[in-house]
């Protein structure tokens, strides 16, 4: 097994107050999120680091939907996969930074 | 006061994190070495396994009841919640801070078969910490509660472990053992155990032959919400470090191998504790079960 | 090496140590002190039996020898792999024995175990892993589990385990990794009896295990990350 690293950057997101948040265990066809504030002048930065290899184009489509439906920029997401398939990646993508919104609106 | 959504829900089919959410008053909970801080297991990356950012274990301090205590909880979803050299510093670092700090408690919601085999030398010195942290704890007048009821159930050195804490709570649904069914399949055959046997292995190590046994405390039923109370009874009802306990528990000990010592399986077991119908246990609900043992149970100490 | 040779070289200055079953047990004399000694042979694995023997040993020690140094002597296959132990609650026997050496400690036991043998895996936890130090003969084997085995459990190829095992203590089974870890304190060579006089001039009862495996470099997280939840808000 090996661990493939897989990087993307989407620019001109609109930036909007967050805590840092954490969904998804790593287990087996599952995965986790962690969303954190950045300042990245209003860009979205993912790192996923998987253990499914060759499958980068889809996640890259994946992230870019993911980053369509939301536009949340100066945020750092991390992404750690154990197979995941893309339904779910996109779910827990969404858990998360509903998780991160939520949390900045109740925050005082 | 907790969270009304999550409190109702099954603690069996929670993560470690809904479970610390559920059972903590709302907004109470202060993670220690949070996910963002990514302290992982450098070993798994040496071996090309994913690494979780919290190393599977999550440590902090909230409230429950109005008392401040400290709590982790494994997650069996990551690596069947393995104890690895991070993993297990985080358990032994909430203990050593207990020392340290006094909190009304400590409570380990345990979900684990053990040690990590990737890291597992460091895995079964962190176990052997953890076991002289719940102790150093006790000694210093903390009082160490442990859950079990995850899916994963706890066994390997944390079995061990769990034993060490002033008290267990478990539901039916929770398993507590030191070798898995498994792995004694594996070791001696199917004979001896079937570990497919999902009834056999429930009269082995499930939460109402643990409690019979007196091996746990309180039984129960799968709600984060009744794990909570039971906490909340366990914190109140306190400790007994003493060689006093440890002698009477000595003795019960001894009156289990000598009363049940020849007995191979778990029906025997309660047959000889005074159940005209053993099989019927299964179907008891929660508080009929209690019901019914009583007087009927080889009491815990 | 034997245990009654381990005895001889340990207590020179005489020793009254019996075998029952698998159990041995009594005391020794080394220099200025006198020991109680308790511990397992022929590679025994340990069932609720043997866990309780064990306990009513320890027991024992504390309620007719106050503040008496407590030697434990280690050679194990680990606990006993039954469907019966299982079924008795195995896990509480050895927590049970764990206490009372806990309690043997906090009523100022010192206590000490020595790996002459093997030890693997549970059997290792309940007695000697909760000595104040832990000691090792050169030839002794500590171990969880065989890196074949090993292989067939983590799907990690055998020979990329024996490979990495060269550069990192750990998982492989060996004496030296556990030392590098911290989880010995020593390895005891020569003159044993010297070995134990020493260890009993400096002994106390803080578990130093994380520290020993961070100055020796083969355990460099657990100890700092202890240090952050202390530090923690």
């Known amino acids: 097994m090996t661990i493939e690293n897989l990087k993307y950057r989407f620019d001109n997101g609109t930036t909007t107050r967050g805590v840092t948040a954490i969904v998804g265990v790593l287990g087996s066809g599952n995965l986790e999120v962690l969303v954190e504030p950045a300042a990245l002048g209003g860009a979205c930065e993912i790192e996923v680091k998987t253990a499914a290899n060759g499958f980068g184009a889809i996640w890259h489509a994946v992230m870019k939907d993911f980053f369509a439906r939301h536009r949340v920029g100066d945020i750092r997401v991390s992404v750690n996969d154990a197979g995941a398939t893309p339904a779910i990646v996109s779910l827990r993508l969404d858990q998360a930074i509903e998780t991160y919104l939520a949390q900045g609106r109740t925050k005082k | 006061m907790s969270n009304p959504k999550q409190a109702r829900s099954s603690y069996y089919e929670s993560s470690a994190r809904a479970r610390i959410a559920g059972l903590l008053e709302p907004d109470s909970f202060h993670e220690w070495l949070p996910a963002a801080e990514r302290v992982t297991s450098p070993h798994l990356a040496t071996l090309e396994q994913p690494a979780a950012f919290d190393d599977g274990v999550i440590i902090g301090r909230g409230r429950i009841a109005g008392k401040n205590i400290f709590i982790a909880a494994q997650e069996g979803g990551f690596m069947g919640g393995a104890v690895g050299e991070v993993h297990g510093a985080k358990l032994a670092g909430v203990l050593e801070r207990a020392v340290r700090d006094h909190p009304a408690a400590v409570l380990l919601l345990l979900e684990t078969g053990g040690v990590r085999l990737q890291e597992a030398n460091a895995g079964l010195i962190a176990v052997s910490e953890v076991m002289r942290a719940i102790l150093a704890a006790r000694a210093a007048g903390v009082t160490v509660i442990v859950a079990i009821g995850g899916q994963y159930g706890c066994f390997g050195g944390m079995g061990i472990a769990a034993r060490c804490a002033s008290a267990i709570i478990m539901s039916e649904e929770g398993r507590l053992g030191l070798s898995g069914p498994e792995v004694i399949e594996t070791a001696r055959g199917v004979e001896e155990y079937d570990s497919r046997d999902r009834a056999l292995v429930w009269r082995t190590v499930g939460g109402k032959h643990r409690y019979l046994l007196g091996e746990c405390d309180v039984i129960v039923p799968d709600s984060i919400a009744a794990f909570r109370q039971a906490v909340t009874a366990c914190i109140d009802n306190g400790d007994d470090w003493s060689l006093a306990a440890l002698e009477r528990e000595h003795q019960m000990l001894a009156e289990r191998v000598q009363r049940f010592g020849a007995c191979k399986d778990g029906r025997d077991i309660w047959r000889e504790l005074g159940w005209a119908d053993p099989d019927a246990i299964a179907m008891l609900d929660n508080d009929e079960f209690v019901a019914a043992a009583h007087g009927h149970r080889a009491k815990n100490i | ?233």
Not at chain 3, 18 to 31: D, H, K, M, V
Not at chain 3, 89 to 106: D, T
Not at chain 3, 134 to 143: D, F, T, V, Y
Not at chain 3, 195 to 217: F, M, P, Q, W
Request: glycine share 10%; proline share 4%; charged share 20%.
């Open chain 3, 1 to 233: 090496m034997e245990w009654k040779s381990v005895v001889e070289k340990i207590f020179p200055d005489g020793h009254e140590v019996e075998q029952t079953g698998n159990l041995i047990r009594g005391y020794g004399r080394c220099g200025p002190h006198t020991a109680a000694v308790i511990g397992t042979t022929d590679h025994t694995d340990v069932g609720v039996e043997l866990a309780l023997a064990m306990a009513a040993a320890v027991i024992n020690v504390i309620r007719d020898h106050p503040a008496r140094p407590i030697v434990f002597l280690v050679d194990t296959s680990g606990q006993r792999l039954r469907h019966r132990d299982e079924l008795l609650g195995l896990n509480g026997y050895m927590a049970h024995l764990a206490k009372c050496v806990e309690m043997a400690r906090r009523r100022g036991h010192p206590i000490i175990s020595l790996v002459y043998e093997q030890a693997l895996s549970g059997g290792f936890l309940a007695n000697g892993m909760m000595a104040d130090v832990c000691a090792a003969l050169p030839e002794a084997e500590i171990r969880v589990m065989g890196l074949a085995a090993m292989a067939r459990v983590t799907r990690i190829g055998e020979e990329r385990l024996t490979e990495l095992s060269k550069s990192s203590p750990v998982f492989a089974p060996g004496a030296k990794n556990y030392l590098l870890m911290g989880g010995l304190d020593a390895l005891w060579e020569g003159d044993l009896s010297l070995c134990l006089s020493a260890v009993l001039k400096n002994i106390d009862n803080t578990d130093h295990r994380r520290s020993l495996g961070y100055e020796r470099g083969g355990r460099m997280l657990a100890y700092p990350v202890v240090q952050r939840v202390l530090a923690s808000a």
